[in-house]
T-cell receptor, first 116, second 113 residues
Framework: ETGVTQSPTHLIKTRGQQVTLRCSSQ?????VSWYQQALGQGPQFIFQ???????GRGNFPPRFSGLQFPNYSSELNVNALELDDSALYLC???????????????FGEGSRLTVL | QQQVKQSPQSLIVQKGGISIINCAYE??????FPWYQQFPGKGPALLIA?????SEKKEGRFTISFNKSAKQFSLHIMDSQPGDSATYFC????????????FGKGTRLHILP
């Protein structure tokens, strides 16, 4: 059973550029969520995808968008990059809720984005 | 608006001692409270979690104490070991809604050998 994998692990972009980050969910998991973790802070929820549809969104502007594919892998796209977008971007996968409670989140190691 | 407040920001404990990290929340709709452990260069990993219908949950050396009336919960690490040195995040979630999980800002724990 493979865990959550993310790519790339590190990347550097300049302000105004666009970036795509990728995530492969843990085998059998159909829900993927994305988080932004600034240095010294806790992760902040960006959005969640369940069966290829966005299913919940945090306080992030529309230039943060995503996709989930039929194999449950996912992409996070950020347009018009700003300096404050520099952070660790974490992907987490989980199983469909059972009994109304969230399944355990399994996190990848993240993609560290630096915006210059 | 910070919905989950975590303290202290950093903590140093002697090996064998008890590490205590506290969290407070505002939204009474939260109904699931996990703790995550994060090592440098790694993603967070679930350590232990509690639902508000119990006041305490223990797993090995890790215990969550939950006070629903005070809207507070805490993580106790008994017999702390150098391998416990990591950043710990408390979190809260409204599980029946959109599963949006709110994390605290984290506590950097260092266990002295």
């Amino acid at each position: 059973e493979t865990g959550v994998t993310q790519s790339p692990t590190h990347l550097i972009k300049t302000r105004g550029q666009q970036v795509t980050l990728r995530c492969s969910s843990q085998s059998g998991h159909n829900t993927v969520s994305w988080y932004q973790q600034a240095l010294g802070q806790g992760p902040q929820f960006i959005f969640q995808y369940y069966r290829e549809e966005e299913n919940g969104r945090g306080n992030f502007p529309p230039r943060f968008s995503g996709l989930q594919f039929p194999n449950y892998s996912s992409e996070l796209n950020v347009n018009a990059l700003e300096l404050d977008d520099s952070a660790l971007y974490l992907c987490a996968s989980s199983l469909e809720r059972i009994g109304g409670y969230a399944g355990e989140l399994f996190f990848g190691e993240g993609s560290r984005l630096t915006v210059l | 608006q910070q919905q989950v407040k975590q303290s202290p920001q950093s903590l140093i404990v002697q090996k064998g001692g008890i590490s205590i990290i506290n969290c407070a929340y505002e939204n009474t709709a939260f109904d699931y409270f996990p703790w995550y452990q994060q090592f440098p260069g790694k993603g967070p990993a679930l350590l232990i979690a509690i639902r508000p219908d119990v006041s305490e949950k223990k797993e090995g050396r890790f215990t969550i104490s939950f006070n629903k009336s005070a809207k507070q919960f805490s993580l106790h690490i008994m017999d702390s070991q150098p391998g416990d040195s990591a950043t710990y995040f408390c979190a809260a979630i409204i599980a029946n809604r959109d599963d949006k999980i709110i994390f605290g800002k984290g506590t950097r724990l260092h266990i002295l050998p």
